[in-house]
């Protein structure tokens, strides 16, 4: 089965780029989400399409796929963006999520 | 606006079943493919399953497949997930999320609810 991989966690100071990845076999031959799950809420997508953003994800959210990454980056980060952060994909009409990263703002 | 509410989560001895129910308001929900996601205690989320609009094409993780089914009645504006068989391994806050299209795929999440398997 598909796998996708993920740190357990990024750690950003306020202010400055973060970085999380996801890594999975060909998976720029894919499309990726992201999704954020703050403590306590339920999950929200910020990226689809590999690099889309829904309306209302502040433009500090990008992400882009190539090989076999997919990345995340969240630039001028602020601390209401510490949350859980999942990458998904879909191969063979089933979704994959990522482990998450746990993203921490110090 | 957007809303998904889902129902039905509660405890269950292993081997048991249970129905879960998503009750969607705020949009065309005819017009939506939709899915269950679950997420274990402090861990991370697991796709359970999907179905189409209109129900033609359901797909299911391995890991449910012929123990839980996914259904809709767009009458109601209702999606469904009967889960028969169930294991300590599906204990998870379990969510309905809706799709707009193929790639606007978990646009709308509902706050979940709770399935506890246990004796």
């Known amino acids: 089965s598909y796998e996708l991989t993920q740190p357990p966690s990024v750690s950003v100071s306020p202010g400055q780029t973060a970085s999380i990845t996801c890594s999975g076999d060909?998976?720029?031959?894919?499309y990726v989400w992201w999704f954020q799950q703050k403590p306590g809420q339920s999950p929200a997508l910020v990226i689809y399409q590999d690099y889309k953003r829904p309306s209302g994800i502040p433009e500090r959210f990008s992400a882009s796929n190539s090989g076999n990454t997919a990345t995340l980056t969240i630039s001028g980060t602020q601390a209401m963006d510490e949350a859980d952060y999942y990458c998904?994909?879909?191969?063979?009409?089933?979704?994959?999520f990522g482990g998450g990263t746990k993203l921490t703002v110090l | 606006e957007v809303q998904l509410v889902e129902s039905g989560g509660g405890l269950v001895q292993p081997g048991g079943s249970l129905r879960l129910s998503c009750a969607a308001s705020?949009?065309?929900?005819?017009?939506?493919?939709m899915n269950w996601v679950r997420q274990a205690p402090g861990k991370g989320l697991e796709w359970v399953s999907y179905?189409?609009?209109?129900?033609?094409?359901?797909h299911y993780a391995d890991s449910v497949k012929g123990r839980f089914t996914i259904s809709r009645d767009d009458d109601k504006n209702s999606l469904y997930l009967q889960m028969n068989s169930l294991r300590a391994e599906d204990t998870a806050v379990y969510y309905c999320?809706?799709?707009?299209?193929?790639?606007?795929?978990?646009?709308?999440w509902g706050q979940g609810t709770l399935v506890t398997v246990s004796s």
């Open positions: 179905i189409s609009t209109g129900g033609s094409t359901i």
């Open positions: 999320v809706r799709d707009s299209g193929s790639y606007l795929r978990g646009d709308s």
């Open positions: 998904q994909a879909w191969d063979s009409s089933t979704a994959v």
């Open positions: 705020g949009f065309t929900f005819s017009s939506h493919e």
């Open positions: 060909k998976l720029g031959d894919k």
